[in-house]
């Protein structure tokens, strides 16, 4: 089962705290990005893994969709989401992407932002979306780049000023569990190598059309820290097609 970190009450309270958390998808450094990969979603179903305070779920009825189910292992999360982000066409359910059941072509588009790190064995998380996929659904998830999770403590080396020398990679063939801290938590993540991540999507059926690593917008670059994301890629964004034979 995935960690879940965001129901510890200190976490959650530095998390809400953070700008995507508070302005929703317009702060988060990935969205200008993210938003142009979606696929038309009128009148299609969606399934949001790792939901977090919903907004993918509310853009997706916004967008038109008819029906959406946003999945979510923390409470603290999936409560913020029912009341931050509710919609007459939403379900909100406090359910982690490993323990959902992926009934077969069921969803037109399955979305995931910043969660997959979170899971030990991605490649049976991308079967059992294929499998839930309808014919030509969409896969569309963003997740920490593999640079970034096999960063040593997921941290710069600084010079004896603080300033950020370079960003330290090890251990980048050797996948697992990666303890990093962060918003004054210990964290626990799964690093994935590239080969894992995309050769775990084409020997499941999927068809890659979009791979982008995430670069800030200029418009964000005044906020401290963010020149430096310039330095080494953070977010890996992937839309696949589940392209599937026609049974006979």
Avoid at 56 to 82: N, P, V, W, Y
Avoid at 182 to 205: D, E, S
Wanted: a negative charge.
């Amino acid at each position: 089962m995935m960690n879940n970190e965001y129901d510890n009450k200190k976490f959650f309270e530095e998390y809400s705290k953070m700008p995507r958390s508070k302005y929703g998808l317009s702060s988060a450094g990935e969205w200008h990005q993210l938003k142009p990969l979606f696929p038309s979603l009128d009148g299609k179903n969606v399934l949001d893994l790792g939901c977090g305070y919903g907004w993918h779920c509310k853009f997706a009825e916004e967008q038109g969709a008819t029906r959406i189910l946003g999945l979510d292992l923390s409470h603290k999360m999936i409560e913020a989401a029912k009341t931050r982000n509710a919609g007459e066409k939403i379900e909100y359910r406090v359910c982690g992407i490993d323990e959902y059941e992926y009934p077969e072509n069921t969803w037109d588009c399955v979305v995931s932002n910043l969660a997959l790190h979170y899971i030990e064995n991605v490649e049976l998380i991308f079967q059992k979306v294929y499998r839930t996929l309808k014919q030509d659904g969409i896969l569309l998830f963003n997740i920490e780049h593999p640079v970034f999770t096999a960063g040593v403590e997921q941290d710069w080396i600084y010079s004896d000023e603080g300033i950020p020398k370079y960003w330290p990679v090890d251990d980048y063939f050797m996948p697992g569990e990666r303890h990093t801290h962060f918003l004054g938590c210990n964290v626990v993540k799964q690093h994935h190598t590239l080969t894992q991540i995309l050769m775990g999507l084409l020997n499941n059926g999927f068809e890659l059309k979009v791979i982008e690593e995430v670069k800030p917008p200029q418009e964000m670059m005044c906020i401290p820290g963010f020149k430096d994301e310039l330095r080494r890629p953070m977010m890996l964004l992937v839309k696949a097609i589940a392209k599937k034979r026609q049974k006979r």
